[in-house]
């Protein structure tokens, strides 16, 4: 199993965003790709068109024996995806009172899943440190951090390097990881000018290029559809694809 970690310093990047259409554009080199929804917020499974009113998920009280098998979701899209599940307060401190208390426990329950080596999965992530994050970083050989093109982004590079150096220092299994920029719009000079601090302030782990600022994400999400599938001639499916050759090409994700 390969886990890929998206995760960011800052909140409304486009984790949950890429992570999606990510997995869709992996599905299609001929991986077999599971999702898992590490956020609270529980939007991932938006746009797999899980039915709004469903609560299943990993953090959900119902699921048997918290085995994570029984939250699984196949989706249309040649993935499959485990959600964070609908969780109130009290569940939510139950849940994660269980995840603080075992340092290992993500690796636990992706272990229950039995995927094998070539297996790819990805996972999404809350903003800024978090529990969650402290698990994934842990099991990830690779992360993805999205930046969007402003200055609140900038500045948050080093939080996120030092927390990224902190989690994974010494693991023989970490691959590495590289800075994504999402939500470019290359007619705006800060957007273009951030574009360029960024890749020579981060040099070869900066992706040379962006996924742009597309309407097609908004309107792909508010039809619970990846944007391949949307508008699958759209800029923000060509750069998905971009980035999907991109990883492959760095780091070898699917055999
Ligand atoms: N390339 C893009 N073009 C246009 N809209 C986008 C793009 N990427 C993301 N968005 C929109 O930006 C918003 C935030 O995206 P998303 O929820 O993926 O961010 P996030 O980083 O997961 O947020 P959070 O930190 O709250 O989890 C959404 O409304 C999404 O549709
Ligand atoms: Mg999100």
């Avoid at 970690?5 to 909140?11: E, Q």
């Avoid at 994570?68 to 609908?86: I, K, M, N, R």
């Avoid at 297996?119 to 969650?132: E, K, R």
Wanted: hydrophobic share 40%; proline share 5%; charged share 20%.
């Amino acid at each position: 199993m390969r886990v890929v970690a998206v995760i960011s310093p800052k909140g409304g990047v486009g984790k949950t965003t890429v992570t999606a259409n990510l997995a869709v554009s992996l599905a299609r080199l001929g991986a077999r790709i599971t999702v898992v929804d590490l956020d609270p917020q529980n939007a991932l499974r938006l746009h797999f068109g899980m039915a709004h009113d469903d609560p299943t998920g990993i953090g959900s009280r119902d699921l048997l024996n918290g085995q994570w098998q029984y939250a699984l979701h196949e989706s249309s899209y040649g993935v499959d995806f485990l959600p964070y599940g609908t969780v109130d307060e009290r569940q939510r401190e139950i849940f994660e009172h269980r995840i603080k208390s075992n340092p290992d426990w993500l690796l636990t329950h992706l272990n229950t899943l039995r995927l094998d080596d070539t297996d790819v999965v990805l996972i999404d992530t809350p903003p800024g440190p978090s529990m969650y994050l402290q698990q994934v970083l842990k099991v990830a050989n690779i992360a993805v951090v999205v930046l969007k093109p402003d200055a609140a982004s900038y500045s948050t590079v080093p939080s996120i390097e030092s927390l990224i150096q902190h989690y994974t220092e010494g693991r023989k299994d970490f691959l590495g990881y590289c800075y994504l920029l999402n939500q470019m719009d290359a007619s705006k000079q800060l957007c273009r000018d951030v574009f360029g601090m960024l890749r020579s302030n981060l040099g070869v782990k900066f992706v040379p290029f962006a996924i742009h600022r597309d309407e097609a994400v908004s309107e792909a999400l508010a039809c619970q559809t990846p944007v391949s599938y949307y508008a699958q001639h759209s800029s923000a499916t060509q750069d998905v694809q971009y980035f999907t050759t991109w990883l492959q090409r760095n780091f070898g994700l699917v055999d």
